[in-house]
C-alpha cells in the first residue's frame, strides 16, 4: 500500500478537487489518502477560534464565510443548492460548539475548532470521489492517531496508533480510504493537532505503521527546489535528497516537508516523493536512504518575521551553563520555540518567530536577570553547500546581526 497527501493548494476550489480525482483515477492500489484544509481554511479558522475565546459575536460572522466558502465548492462539484449531508453535519457540530461558552484554555479550544477545516475538506473529496465514480471510505483518522494531551503541539502514542491503523485500514473492502492530516484524539476522545502544517507528519505516521512501499507529498511545485519560488528566481529542481540532507532542511525552515516528517519514513526505510499535482506525470523528487556523495547546488532557505532577542547578565558576568539551562528551560516550560541559539562572553542571542512571541510577558519574566535588547522584522538566510561567492551575493547590502557557519550549512539574520 501506499499514502499520498495533499496539502490545501491542492484542494482549494472545485477545479482542484476534480483534479485530484483525476490524478488518484490513475492509481489501482491501496491507497491511504491525507487531506489538509481546503486553501486558506486553517487561517479563517485561527480567527474564529480566537473571536469564540474572547466571546465576540464576530464569530457568527467567520463562521458565515467558512460554510459559504465549503457550500460554494459542494455546489460546483454536486449542482447548484446541493450539500452533502455528512458536510452539513460538520457544519452543525461546529456551531453547536461556538454556541457554548469557552473553557479557560486557549489550547484546548483551538483543538477543538480548528479541525473542522480538515474535516469538511475530506468529507467534499470523499463524496465527490464516490459520485464520480471512485469509491473511497472516509474515516475519521481521531479514532486511530493517538496522542497525548499537550494541545496544539501533541505528542504521538506509537504503539496504540499502530494498532487502531491496523484495525481501521485493512483494505478488505475497499482500496482507497480518505483521511485528515494535522488532527488526532487523546484517550478521552479530544481533539488534538499535531502542530501547524501538521498533515505531512500524519502522512508519515500511517506510511511508518502500516509499513507504506512509499508515501508521496503532491505539491504546487515540480519537486524539492533549491529555493522558495515565490522568494528567489531561478531555481533548480533536486531529483534526489537523502533523508539526512531533508532533515537539514526541514530543520531550518524549508516549508515544503514539515519537520517532522523524516525520522518515521527513516526508521522504516520508506522513500518519499515529492510530486507536482500540476503535471502529476513528471517524477518529482524522492527523499531516500543514499550511501553515496550526491552533488547539490547551494540550497537557499528564507525565514522571514523573526526577532532577535539579546540577554546579557547584569552583573556583567559571563554566560554560564546555569544561565543557559535557565533560559531553555523557561522558554521548554512556556512552550516557546526557537530558530537559533547562540552564546558569546556575554550575550545569549536567542532568534524567535515574531509572529508567535508575546513580548511584554516574555521581557517581564527575564527582566529580573538580565537587561534585555531585541530587534524585529529580520530574516533568517540559511544556505546549504554554500560557497564564499554566494554567500558574498546573498548578504550585499545587508545588515548581518548574527551569522554561523559550519562544513556544509552558513546561517546569517540580516536586516536588508
Known sequence: MNVFKFGGASVKD????RNLAKILNAYNTNLVVVISAMGKTTDLLETLVKAYFDE?????DILGLFKSYHTEICHQLFGEGVTPKPVLNHFEE????LDKAPSL?????YDQIICFGELVSTQIVSEYLNVAGKPSQWVDVRTC???DDLHRDANIDWELTGELCKQVFTFNENNLYITQGFIGSTPANLTTTLGREGSDFTAAIIGNVLDAESVSFWKDVPGVLSADPKKMENTTKIDALSYREAVEMTHSGAKIIHPKTMKPLHNKGIPLYV????SPDDPGTVIQAIDHKIELPPIFIIRENLALITLSPKDFSFIS????DRVVNFLIENRVKVTLMQQSAIDLNLVLDAGEADWNWLLEELEPFYSIRYNTGLTLITIRHYTEEVLDWMVKEKD???EQHSRLTARMLVKS
Open 14 to 17: 472545485a477545479d482542484a478537487v
Open 56 to 60: 465576540k459575536d464576530q464569530k457568527w
Open 94 to 97: 461546529l456551531e453547536e460548539k
Open 105 to 109: 484554555d486557549y489550547n484546548f479550544e
Open 145 to 147: 492517531i493517538r496522542t
Open 275 to 278: 510530486k507536482s499535482f500540476l
Open 321 to 324: 551553563i546555569e544561565d543557559i
Open 400 to 402: 548581518i546581526y548574527l
